[in-house]
């Protein structure tokens, strides 16, 4: 099954920039990258999602590195609402199957 | 544009008793999805759809878990008997098709189960 990586945590303060790393070293060349998050009690919420380009959007921006094996994602200016658990998927080969790991829990200080 | 809808929000109920989850995807929607989550294994498919046809039920614990999707704007996930250990969040979400999948999946706000 596809699987990314991410450090269980981080820390930011608040309206600082933030770069959540993610490997997804078996990831194929058509595959999508994708990015959730999920803020407490809710379900998770798509941020972004880029093939090789880097992505930008009213969240965040994406940097894809050239190998694609490991992804970025950027959030500009940090607030409190922006702490959440941050999710980096890649698709299970052939399917629509999507595996979501353990995430990165992003604290965010005042 | 309405999200995905999940009803109820909460079930409390007994061990042994069937329980139902509904879910009203995004209208267009050609997927809908059906995950769990628990503390101890994170957020977990179950069972997807296309078109209101299931394609992959692999995550489906056992014979006890059942899921439908008669329209393409209703679905249900149904436990009978249900267990304690069945307790976690139940979230639904729905996507457009996508090339290389390129979609995003809409969540909706889940179902908190507790089987006492």
């Known amino acids: 099954d596809a699987k990314t990586t991410q450090p269980n945590s981080m820390e930011s303060n608040e309206e600082e920039p933030v770069h959540l790393p993610c490997n997804h070293s078996?990831?194929?060349?058509?595959?999508?990258i994708h990015w959730y998050r999920q803020l407490p009690s809710q379900g998770p919420e798509y941020v972004i999602h880029?093939?090789?380009s880097n992505v930008n959007n009213r969240m965040a921006s994406l940097a894809i590195a050239e190998d694609r094996k490991s992804s970025t994602l950027i959030l500009h200016r940090a607030t409190l609402r922006d702490a959440a658990v941050y999710y980096c998927?890649?698709?299970?080969?052939?399917?629509?199957?999507?595996?979501f790991g353990t995430g990165t829990r992003l604290k965010v200080l005042a | 544009d309405a999200g995905v809808i999940q009803s109820p929000r909460h079930e409390v109920t007994e061990m042994g008793q069937e329980v139902t989850l509904r879910c009203k995807p995004i209208?267009?929607?050609?997927?809908l999805f059906w995950y769990r989550q628990t503390m101890m294994r994170g957020l977990e498919l179950l069972i997807y759809?296309?078109?209101?046809?299931?394609i992959d039920d692999s995550g489906m614990p056992e014979d006890r878990f059942s899921a439908k999707m008669p329209n393409a704007s209703f679905s249900t996930l149904k436990i009978q008997p249900s267990e304690p250990r069945d307790s976690a969040v139940y979230f639904c979400?729905?996507?457009?098709w996508g090339r290389g999948g390129n979609q995003p999946q809409h969540f909706g706000d889940g179902t908190r189960l507790s089987i006492l």
């Open positions: 979400a729905s996507s457009l």
């Open positions: 209208s267009g929607h050609d997927y």
């Open positions: 759809f296309n078109n209101n046809v299931p």
């Open positions: 880029g093939l090789t």
């Open positions: 078996t990831i194929s060349g058509t595959d999508y």
């Open positions: 998927i890649e698709r299970a080969s052939g399917t629509y199957k999507y595996i």
